[in-house]
């Protein structure tokens, strides 16, 4: 398996899948603060000045649960979430779909993006990380493979040492993703 790129796995994302429900627009949230998108605005971040252009924040997350309780307590430690809307989202429909920005345009663009429940996406991103998790599963059979190598044939130590040294470097890139567990 080779490791795609962001734009490798949007381009293969099946867009017919999406029901163009809205629903991951009218509550989104994101991985970091609203101070911290603010203070990234104001560093020159295009993604967060893009995202901060989109959406606006709930005043809280009781707003945002009154909107779509089911979105609200699907995300991980919501209470201590932003929540936001899109500005340009009209019923369920982007009133600037055809001059939308990139971030729009990339949704979902990992494996383990946030997304509503009942999403069209949900099945086919099950399946990406279940892929993924195979892989890194594999990885971790290959380098316990090694590791047992290295008891029985000590002149190969320098070798095993290195392959097992990439293949963590090759687990660590889903690290923030849960790779220590799978």
Do not use: H
Request: charge should be negative; proline fraction near 4%.
């Amino acid at each position: 398996m080779n490791i795609e790129t962001e734009q490798e796995f949007i381009d293969r994302r099946p867009q017919r899948l999406c029901k163009m429900c809205g629903k991951c627009c009218r509550v989104v949230t994101s991985s970091v603060s609203y101070e911290d998108m603010q203070k990234r605005a104001l560093e020159g971040d295009q993604e967060a000045i893009d995202f901060l252009e989109l959406f606006e924040p709930f005043e809280s997350v009781e707003a945002a649960k009154a909107v779509d309780r089911e979105i609200v307590e699907n995300i991980p430690d919501y209470e201590n979430r932003t929540f936001y809307t899109c500005r340009f989202l009209k019923g369920n429909l982007c009133s600037r779909y055809e001059n939308r920005l990139n971030v729009c345009k990339r949704f979902p663009s990992s494996p383990w993006a946030v997304y509503p429940p009942g999403c069209g996406y949900e099945g086919w991103l099950f399946v990406e990380r279940e892929k993924i998790m195979k892989y890194v599963r594999g990885l971790k059979e290959e380098q316990l493979k090694y590791k047992m190598m290295l008891k029985t044939n000590p002149e190969l130590k320098e070798k095993l040492e290195k392959l097992i040294s990439t293949i963590d470097e090759n687990i660590k890139i889903f690290a923030e993703y849960g790779s220590e567990k799978w």
